[in-house]
């Protein structure tokens, strides 16, 4: 299959995905850019591992006020958005002298985060500030033209990640092609890729995305993508021709090889149930299963560590798993039961699963660890498994039908990878940061 075919649009492919953040706003949108690097070329590696991450807000407050200065501000934005010292982008922009924060915008899980996944959000005001709070997560996902009456620039700060199903960043690019529909400069104030700038998986087909909410994959890319989200932004607007009057204000001193723990900022579960970078880093494979009838541990302790279902004979499925030799992970009988008010599989039924503990992060795999639980199980319940048709979350029409099929996991993943490979020559043109 050729990139084109994969990456199927109307648009015209090649164009710029919008500057990296200039000294001042450039009217040249769409020339293309090349990436500078985070770090000075000359530094060592010794150098680069002391050096501080900063996130984008602090880098806007701290180099570029200007292009908020005076302005009546839109911010896209919960929880995950704060300073290294722990004070919320919300605080800071709304008591900030210079700046006029005149609307927030809430995805899911709220602009506090509190809130179950799935659940309808209300609009309103938020009690701490007296802004105006759009919901982006309720009677629509994206920004009315009512709700940016009267706003001169919409910010995007929230903690990404790094799957595609994860709504946050597909909130991002409807918020972008509604910015670019009204004229609006949209400004992604960058944070870290918490589970590196490696990508994995199935690569989503264009057509793909209507076969299942657009809020869990608005545009193609694999299920474990690799960027950051002021990345995504410029790929996106780049690729697919949005028109947005897109900057993005990076991450000062990241690195893809770091992970979010070794950058020094402060861990925040991004929603529920991603209460660890563990949880984080499976999600990315584990969360196809969500699909179907299986249980990923929602509902316990530690969501996303089990995998498991009241039909599965957990002995059989271990003996299976464990023959593949997964790298960066081992593998343990367990029995579950899922309970809470939240979304889940099989709530307070016992399930029997094996639980996935990660010993080597940098050697796992999760998106072929979760490709292999899938494709076992299916083996050995094929009447009990309710797959589903998986278009969208396993990207193509020929991955459910090998899986169903009985084809070789490693097979299946290989052929990602070669669809990955190239679709990689098209992501470093957005890339803005070193790998090393």
Sequence with gaps: MTLSAVLRTAAVLGAAGGALLAPRLSRDHDRP?????????????????????????????????????????????????????????????????????????????????????????ASGRDPRTGVIVHSLYGRTQRPTAAMLRGIDVLLFDMQDIGARPYTYVWTMTMAMEEAARHNIPFIVLDRPNPVTSRAEGPLMQFEMRNRGPLITGHYPVPLRHGMTAG????????EYRLGTRLKVVPVDGWRGNQ?????????????????????????SGLVMLETTNLSVGRGTPTPFSYVGAPYIDNQELLRRVRRYNLPGVTFELAEFTPRGSDWMQFPNQRCRGVRLRITDRDAFKPVLTGLVFLS??????????????????????????????GQDPREINARWERENAEWNTVRARYSLYPRQ
Excluded: C
Excluded at 61 to 66: A, E, G, I, K, T
């Design 259 to 283: 992970w979010f723990d070794q950058t020094g900022l402060r861990w925040i579960n991004p929603s529920p149930n991603i209460r660890d970078l563990n949880a984080a880093l499976a999600f």
């Design 376 to 405: 076992e199980i299916q083996k050995m319940n094929p009447r009990q498994l309710g797959m589903g048709p998986m278009l969208q979350m396993l990207g193509s029409r020929w991955a459910p039908a090998a899986v169903r099929a």
């Design 33 to 121: 850019t090349a990436p500078p690097s985070a770090a000075p070329v000359a530094a060592t590696a010794v150098e680069a591992q002391q050096r501080p991450v900063v996130p984008g807000i602090e880098v806007l407050l701290r180099d570029s006020l200007h292009l908020v200065r005076g302005k009546r501000v839109g911010l896209i934005t919960n929880h995950t958005a704060v300073t290294r010292d722990g004070r919320t982008s919300i605080d800071v922009l709304h008591r900030h002298p210079e700046v006029r924060l005149v609307a927030l915008f809430g995805p899911e899980h709220g602009i506090r985060g509190n809130v179950d996944g799935g659940e309808a959000i």
């Design 231 to 238: 990345e995504l932004a410029r790929y996106v607007n780049g």
